[in-house]
């Protein structure tokens, strides 16, 4: 649940413009430490920190992310946001990741 609180702050952060580093400090923590947050790699978060993000970026209630289609959403967001990280390193693995997706989707859809 961590990293989907984790995807949402970094989400919300780039909808507003904020760099990581500024966004650290404004909320005076380190910015290895909102890295991790945000990639799931830290498995606490000190109440203080979630009411400043709270405050921050007016973090949708805990609700929301027991919602299936919100977790749809976010989990076809942290998809995105890999296909984008791997378009840097191996531009193939993500033509052939896309293709495959496509014929998928098209699939289904003739389907209905």
């Not at 989990?75 to 998928?104: G, H, M, P, W, Y």
Request: proline share 3%; glycine share 4%; hydrophobic share 40%.
């Amino acid at each position: 649940m961590l990293q989907q609180i984790g995807e949402r702050i970094r989400v919300l952060r780039k909808q507003k413009g904020i760099g990581l580093n500024a966004f650290a400090a404004q909320l005076n923590i380190s910015p290895a430490y909102l890295s991790n947050l945000e990639t799931g790699k830290t498995d606490t978060i000190q109440l203080s920190v979630l009411e400043k993000l709270q405050d921050e970026l007016s973090l949708l209630p805990v609700e929301y992310l027991h919602d299936p289609r919100n977790e749809l959403d976010i989990r076809i967001q942290q998809s995105a946001n890999k296909l984008k990280a791997l378009a840097d390193t191996n531009r193939e693995a993500v033509e052939f990741l896309l293709a495959n997706l496509e014929n998928s989707l098209n699939f289904f859809q003739d389907r209905k």
